[in-house]
């Protein structure tokens, strides 16, 4: 006589053991929920705003010479973008507009609340957040 647990439930269901397949294919619709949602929270982002926040970005990240002070902390053109990209990606969706990221993401420590700040190669310093509202006049001047 079969034990309980190993007697089919239905035709097409059977109990699978603790190690079996119906646990992995939980972790897996698991993995891919959680997928979903990141997609989800980039995806309630207005196209346009993306792009704006996308040429920050881009600007921050492609200064020669330039150098992002965070903490007191002197950080390379790249690292700075790193650092602002984790930040806006761990906010996700709830930044909607460039200027929220420049407001929540890319103008103060979120530790200190020290403001960040870029030496540019002529050694002239600046608050990014003073910078980055240029950066926004600049690409709205050249995609109205």
């Not at 190690?19 to 929270?41: E, M, T, W």
């Not at 921050?60 to 002197?74: D, H, M, P, Q, Y």
């Amino acid at each position: 006589m079969q034990s309980p647990d190993s007697l089919p439930l239905c035709r097409s269901h059977r109990r699978i053991g603790r190690n079996g397949k119906q646990a992995g294919s939980r972790r897996f619709l698991l993995c891919g929920l959680i997928f979903l949602v990141s997609i989800v929270s980039v995806a309630a982002r207005d196209a346009r705003e993306q792009q704006r926040i996308d040429y920050l970005m881009q600007s921050i990240g492609s200064l020669k010479g330039a150098v992002f002070i965070r903490n007191g902390t002197e950080y390379d053109a790249q690292a700075a973008r790193a650092h602002l990209q984790t930040k806006l990606d761990y906010v996700g969706g709830r930044v909607k507009t460039a200027e929220q990221f420049v407001q929540y993401c890319a103008s103060q420590s979120s530790v200190s609340h020290q403001p960040y700040k870029i030496r540019f190669a002529d050694g002239k310093v600046v608050e990014t957040s003073v910078y980055f509202a240029e950066k926004l006049k600049e690409f709205d001047v050249k995609n109205h």
